[in-house]
Each structure stands twice: as structure tokens, then as C-alpha cells.
């Protein structure tokens, strides 16, 4: 997401720079502008170094084993060159159970942590308007 923000700033501040309209700028505009530049970000994909550690749900990008990475998302697919699976694991959250070291859970996961490794994360979508 910061990269997304980043890349706005830069491109907002380009297009203002260009057409000299500082003073012209109402804040609806600059929140349409920002919008559009958020939605055509394409998968919106961050490291997981970045992700949530509050319980917060989130969708991972996860890599392993195909029966670990399979269970989680089930529209997994084969990596080329190579016997791992790769693929979204929906509605996951950092957890720190007693007794246990703090790890990824999945929704549906039946209470076991997640074995395979994350890359990335997302933030879950908002559900549509009506």
C-alpha cells in the first residue's frame, strides 16, 4: 500500500507541477484522482514484511508443498520448473495462541497454522456498496 501511495503522490504532484493548478485543487478532486490511481494499482500485492500482526483479516499470497498450499487455496496452481504450488489463501490472520509461537491462520483452517511459506499480502476487499 505505501508503494501505491507513494506512486499517487509522485503522479499527483507531476500532473499539478505540469498544469500549474496548486491553488485550483479542490480536495474532492485530489480524492477522485487518488482513488482512480488505488484502483488501477493491479493486484495490490504487498510484502509480508508490511502485513497486519493485530489479528486483522487479510488475504496471503502462500508457496509450498502442493497438499499445505492446496488446502488454503483451493485455485492453486503448479509453479513452473518446480513441484510447488502457489496461490491466495483468503481470510487469514496472525495469531499468537497460547502455547504456541504466533504464526498465519486460515479461515477454515481447523485451528492448525499455516505450514507453507507467505510472500504477500492483501487487504480483503470491501464488500460491494449494495
Same mark, same amino acid.
Given at each position: +500500500?505505501?508503494?501505491?501511495i507513494e506512486r499517487?503522490?509522485?503522479?499527483?504532484?507531476? &500532473?499539478?507541477?505540469? #498544469? #500549474? &493548478? /496548486?491553488?485550483?485543487? $479542490?480536495?474532492?478532486?485530489?480524492?477522485?484522482?487518488?482513488? !482512480?490511481? @488505488?484502483? $488501477?494499482?493491479?493486484?495490490? /500485492? #504487498?510484502?509480508?514484511?508490511?502485513?497486519?500482526?493485530? =489479528?486483522?483479516?487479510?488475504?496471503?499470497?502462500?508457496?509450498?508443498?502442493?497438499?499445505?498450499?492446496?488446502?488454503?487455496?483451493?485455485?492453486?496452481? &503448479? +509453479?513452473?520448473? $518446480?513441484?510447488?504450488?502457489? *496461490?491466495?489463501?483468503?481470510?487469514? &490472520?496472525?495469531?499468537?495462541?497460547? =502455547?504456541?509461537?504466533?504464526? /498465519?491462520? *486460515?479461515?477454515? *483452517?481447523? *485451528? !492448525?497454522? @499455516?505450514?507453507?511459506?507467505?510472500?504477500? /499480502? +492483501?487487504?480483503?476487499? #470491501?464488500?460491494?456498496?449494495?
Amino acid at each position: +500500500m505505501k508503494k501505491v501511495i507513494e506512486r499517487i503522490k509522485k503522479s499527483w504532484n507531476a &500532473q499539478a507541477d505540469a #498544469n #500549474n &493548478q /496548486w491553488d485550483s485543487l $479542490s480536495i474532492d478532486e485530489m480524492l477522485e484522482y487518488a482513488l !482512480h490511481e @488505488m484502483r $488501477s494499482c493491479g493486484s495490490c /500485492w #504487498n510484502p509480508i514484511e508490511t502485513a497486519p500482526r493485530d =489479528g486483522t483479516f487479510v488475504d496471503l499470497w502462500i508457496v509450498g508443498r502442493p497438499d499445505e498450499v492446496d488446502f488454503y487455496a483451493p485455485l492453486a496452481k &503448479q +509453479m513452473s520448473k $518446480s513441484r510447488k504450488h502457489h *496461490g491466495r489463501a483468503c481470510a487469514c &490472520q496472525w495469531v499468537s495462541k497460547h =502455547g504456541h509461537e504466533p504464526a /498465519w491462520y *486460515g479461515a477454515g *483452517g481447523l *485451528g !492448525h497454522p @499455516m505450514l507453507s511459506e507467505v510472500t504477500h /499480502w +492483501m487487504p480483503i476487499p #470491501n464488500a460491494p456498496a449494495k
